[in-house]
């Protein structure tokens, strides 16, 4: 390992000060922000009527005992819309709702075409946006 020391100094006793600017210098790298505490679940609500006001953070699963006409929720960007999916298999599209301990996963995913345009999933609980 001495011979590649003496070419450093030889390389750079020729070059001059070139070569100063190339040695490793400590970087000063801002420190990471606290993690951000763990977000907040989604939750199921039952109702056989859509009700008027909508909470954040929860999907109204609408219908009558198994029997499952929609889904609505707020806009998880925001932006306040209340977004209505079709539960029924028979009309196209359709979304399945299920539930595992309680926390809804949705599928497949929501695209808005009008408004925000937000474009996301939402499983276990959590948004994915895509």
């Not at 210098?25 to 420190?31: F, I, K, T």
């Not at 606290?34 to 609408?62: G, K, N, Q």
């Not at 999916?85 to 028979?90: G, M």
Request: proline share 11%; with cysteine.
């Amino acid at each position: 390992m001495s011979w590649l020391a003496k070419l450093w100094a030889a390389l750079r006793a020729w070059f001059g000060h070139q070569f100063q600017n190339l040695a490793p210098r400590p970087v000063s790298v801002p420190p990471l922000p606290p993690a951000a505490p763990e977000a907040t679940l989604y939750r199921i609500a039952h109702a056989e009527e859509e009700p008027d006001d909508l909470a954040p953070m929860v999907v109204y699963a609408i219908g009558e005992g198994v029997h499952l006409w929609h889904v609505t929720m707020l806009c998880p960007c925001g932006c306040g819309a209340r977004m209505q999916l079709n539960a029924l298999p028979d009309t196209a599209p359709c979304w399945t709702l299920s539930a595992r301990n309680g926390v809804p996963t949705l599928r497949p995913s929501v695209w808005r075409k009008v408004g925000c345009r937000s474009h996301f999933i939402l499983r276990d609980g959590r948004i994915k946006w895509c």
